[in-house]
């Protein structure tokens, strides 16, 4: 029987989940880890953007990987993008190009899908993907180092966010990438299901093991500022921030502000995929090192088109949209 390409249900679904849960957990319990994945299929953008599908040799899974329908702004036009993620191949069905297989067949169909672009992680050598075409993009991962306020916090209130801030979110991310050549186009759904993924991924964890917060500064009863920080064993991820001022000096008190929570204690270090026009004046980038995971692209519609290089300041994506 030929391969065939099928959408991950029933026990197809719960084969992929426990091949890939040993390396995508991220701490989770298996039956976590399935609620994590069937509770983003339920939000308003992961039922029309995201699923899973499986390259199946009768009742054989050979190979899976998750299918995003993106939209993103490339050199100032929206393209519709597929995004390919979690590319598993069981070890009793490597070696006999499984995975080269799922995603030559994932890449005819976003073709025919009018899909202009396709764009991956790749957590391996770089070098299997650029066989089919991908090419890297400049990602880079900063240290920020945070001038903390003497006397205490800055006179700010600072609350939990919720989605009536989704809006002016929207809005704020959209101003900070108009002048990137390669950024997410970010609408409130998208920010929804990015915000709830990371809470997911913290309350479905063992107890104490991973926090989420999402954060706002309001003036007049609007957002103004904001950011979404994990904190795991004593490290802060900045998993997206935005802030109305260009200069970001509201970003960089509400850091103060949550530094100055935890008076006497160890200072967390705090990492960011930030962009590099972003730099409030409480904050300073102490190192600068590319991320682990390769982010990579590929044109669909013309596979010999030359990209134009891109360089990581001309790049806004934030570690939340990592897939």
């Known amino acids: 029987m030929p391969f065939q390409v099928v959408p991950t249900a029933g026990a197809v679904l719960e084969q992929v989940l426990s091949d890939t849960h040993p390396l995508w957990g991220d701490g989770l319990s298996r039956d976590n880890y399935a609620k994590a994945w069937v509770a983003q299929l339920k939000t308003p ?16 899974v050979m190979c899976s ?40 067949r994932l890449l005819d169909t976003a073709v025919t899908e009018g899909q202009e672009f396709a764009m991956l992680f790749s957590e391996i050598a770089p070098a299997f ?22 006397g205490g916090a800055p006179a700010m209130l600072v609350r939990s966010g919720d989605d009536r801030d989704l809006p002016a979110i929207a809005e704020m991310s959209a101003a900070r990438g108009k002048n990137a050549r390669l950024v997410l186009d970010r609408n409130e759904d998208f920010i929804r299901f990015n915000i709830t993924r ?9 107890s104490g093991l991973r926090t989420t917060e999402f954060l ?12 979404v920080c994990t904190e795991e064993a004593g490290r802060w991820m900045i998993e997206e921030a935005g802030d109305r001022d260009p200069s970001g000096a509201r970003l960089g008190a509400m850091l103060q502000v949550m530094l100055a929570r935890h008076p006497g204690e160890r200072l967390p270090e705090i990492k960011g995929w930030w962009p590099k026009a972003l730099i409030p004046p409480q904050l300073k980038v102490a190192a600068i090192t590319p991320t682990q995971s390769v982010l990579m692209i590929r044109p669909l519609r013309d596979r010999m088109l030359p990209l134009p290089p891109l360089a990581a ?3 806004v994506y934030w570690h939340a949209d990592y897939f």
Do not use: M, N
């Not at 992961?46 to 009768?58: E, I, M, P, S, W």
């Not at 650029?130 to 001038?147: A, N």
């Not at 990371?198 to 063992?206: D, E, N, Y």
């Open 129 to 150: 993907y650029e066989q089919l075409d991908f090419v890297p993009v400049p990602l880079v991962e900063s240290t920020i180092e945070v001038d903390q306020k003497r």
């Open 45 to 60: 953008w992961g039922q029309q953007h995201l699923d899973r599908v499986a390259l199946v040799d009768g009742p054989h």
């Open 65 to 104: 990987a998750k299918r995003y329908d993106l939209s993103v702004r490339f050199d100032g036009r929206i393209r519709r993008v597929l995004g390919i993620g979690a590319v598993f191949t069981p070890p009793a069905h490597r070696g006999r190009g499984c995975a080269r297989e799922l995603l030559t």
């Open 198 to 206: 990371q809470r997911l991924h913290s309350g479905l964890a063992p």
């Open 216 to 227: 706002v500064v309001e003036e007049g009863h609007q957002a103004v500022a904001y950011l």
């Open 313 to 315: 300041a001309e790049v």
